[in-house]
């Protein structure tokens, strides 16, 4: 009833933003070449990576480079 419809972050929520959302990353060692499958990519906090919303997008592509455990694609 009340409000303009338009669902935005607070100005109290903005700061939290980037600890609060997730991004995709190496879940196993990946060499340059290989491809990203379920099974060597995850989702995990901070968002400063590559959005989860990519993630099919991502899948069944080719590393063009070596990606550590844990590192952002």
Not at 14 to 35: D, F, Q, T
Request: no cysteine; aromatic share 4%; proline share 4%.
């Amino acid at each position: 009833a009340l409000g303009t419809g338009v669902k935005k972050p607070t100005n109290s929520e903005k700061p939290n933003i980037i600890h609060a959302r997730k991004s995709i990353v190496a879940k196993v060692l990946i060499k340059k070449g290989e491809v990203f499958t379920e099974d060597n990519i995850s989702v995990k906090r901070s968002g400063s990576g590559t959005s989860p919303m990519k993630w099919n997008s991502i899948i069944g592509r080719v590393a063009k480079k070596d990606y550590q455990i844990d590192e952002l694609l």
